[in-house]
């Protein structure tokens, strides 16, 4: 055997080793797998990432190697996780929205394993049962007439296939879009995204013509809307996030989503919602949209959906727009790995669980719970908070300044603590707790802010 691949072959054994091992790494080798871990980031992924991570590099953060990111995660559990070094961390980052049901979920934990024992994966000759039970209980949630589903990985995925539907079913090419939004960085999401930044180093893009509005001004996209048509622009459609998370937590005002419906409607264009991480009752209603009786033309999910056990991500749309994805070529949308077994079977499981569990009661009751104790804070607090912003259990804390935000963010995770930054906003942090949280890991949260607001205060007070 050449020397590399043996070399492959002794690293790989010593880490199926520790993959297997049920128990808790002793110090040395959590030592081990600390420096592995950071040498591996660094040397076969990004060096750079690690010295621009915000809230986790706390130089002095621990005993084995100052200086070092070394927060390294190991096992989850609930609300909880721990590092290597057995430090816990209270999850209110929730992976970016990801987790309504939390982590290792034991009924979806329980329905991938046993499905594990049938296939992972479809044979994708045979019909597999599970992608179409999956797309039959998402047309039984989804609004009104929206029926027919597919399945990806990734968000970005889902979202670049919603607009690939558009261009297919309208036989247009041109976007209206929100400034400041996200919705991935493959090719055709990244050519509608707002930040030069993130779009300008790929040089030329997929989507464009792609004309950005104002989020939340539904005026600015009636006009868009007037002005194209005027001049013979066609617009396949008009894509939304309906909260903009990653700019800030942006909440529109109410009428923002009826205008645009009925302004898209008249003009003959589509309506795509991003509801990938606003949707199973998240933000008060089973979806953004049904604040507002709203029925996009396409809607795209993901993060709850899949239980946080198996990624999987979905769009959706009426058999009126999906007639094009039938006829004349069936072959004309498809995938190997989307929806594979394992990943339906936890998307399955997940909203049996949601549905079962009455996740409806449980985020209102509790985001009210959580506001009714934060709105004081804020107020308590003025040279700490701007303001805050919310909308059900989606909650943005908008800090005075990027200094307060960091030095608010690092405290709580010195406290074992874990909140959201956002890619665009560098003065607000997200707490998205799981839906399931508990009323005593509320207050134990809710305490732990309280502290570290109190000293946050004292030392701007110092400076
Ligand atoms: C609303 C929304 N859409 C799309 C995406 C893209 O997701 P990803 O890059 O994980 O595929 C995100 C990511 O967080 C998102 O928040």
Redesign the pocket.
């Given at each position: 055997m050449e020397k590399q691949k043996a070399s492959a072959l002794e690293y790989s054994n010593k880490w199926l080793e520790i993959i297997k091992n049920n128990e808790n790494p002793d110090v040395n080798q959590a030592d081990w797998m600390i420096r592995e871990s950071v040498n591996n980031f660094k040397n076969h992924f990004n060096a750079w990432w690690l010295d621009y991570r915000k809230s986790v590099t706390l130089a002095d953060y621990c005993w084995l190697i100052p200086g070092e990111c070394v927060a390294v995660e190991w096992k989850w559990k609930w609300a909880v996780f721990q590092d290597i070094l057995w430090r816990e961390y209270l999850d209110w980052l929730g992976w970016?929205?990801m987790m309504s049901h939390w982590w290792s979920n034991p009924d979806v934990v329980a329905a991938v394993q046993a499905q594990l024992l049938h296939t992972p994966m479809p044979s994708q000759e045979l019909i597999d049962p599970l992608r179409w039970v999956l797309a039959r209980i998402i047309a039984e949630i989804t609004p009104w007439d929206l029926k027919y589903s597919f399945f990806a990985w990734?968000?970005?995925?889902a979202?670049e296939w919603a607009i690939k539907l558009a261009k297919m079913y309208t036989k247009k090419s041109w976007f209206i879009v929100a400034v400041k939004w996200?919705?991935?960085?493959t090719m055709w999401?990244l050519s509608l995204i707002w930040k030069k930044d993130y779009r300008e180093p790929v040089w030329q893009l997929y989507g464009w013509p792609v004309y950005h509005v104002p989020f939340g001004d539904a005026a600015a996209v009636e006009k868009q809307l007037e002005i194209c048509e005027t001049v013979w622009v066609w617009i396949a459609a008009v894509m939304m996030?309906p909260v903009q998370?990653?700019a800030g937590a942006i909440v529109p005002p109410d009428d923002f989503w009826p205008r645009i419906r009925a302004a898209t409607k008249k003009h003959w264009v589509l309506l795509i919602a991003?509801e990938?991480?606003t949707w199973l009752w998240r933000t008060g209603k089973f979806w953004w949209v049904d604040h507002w009786n709203v029925v996009p033309d396409i809607m795209t999910m993901?993060k709850a959906l899949w239980g946080w056990v198996m990624p999987i991500s979905a769009f959706v749309s009426t058999e009126e727009i999906w007639q094009c994805m039938m006829s004349p070529n069936p072959f004309i949308h498809t995938t190997t790995t989307g929806g594979w077994a394992l990943a339906c079977s936890a998307a399955i499981a997940a909203i049996n669980v949601a549905i079962r569990d009455d996740y409806a009661w449980m985020a209102e009751s509790k985001w009210k719970y959580l506001m009714d104790r934060l709105n004081p804070l804020v107020e308590k607090y003025p040279e700490i908070y701007e303001s805050i912003t919310w909308k059900g259990l989606l909650i943005g804390q908008h800090f005075k300044s990027a200094d307060i935000w960091y030095r608010v963010t690092s405290e709580l995770f010195k406290n074992g603590l874990l909140i959201a930054w956002t890619l665009n906003s560098s003065v607000t942090s997200r707490i998205e707790p799981p839906i399931i949280i508990t009323y005593e890991q509320l207050d134990k949260w809710l305490s732990i802010l309280e502290k570290v607001l109190e000293k946050v205060s004292k030392d701007i007070k110092n400076i």
């Open positions: 970016y929205w990734s968000w970005t995925e979202n996200f919705h991935g960085k999401s996030e998370w990653e991003d990938v991480q993901a």
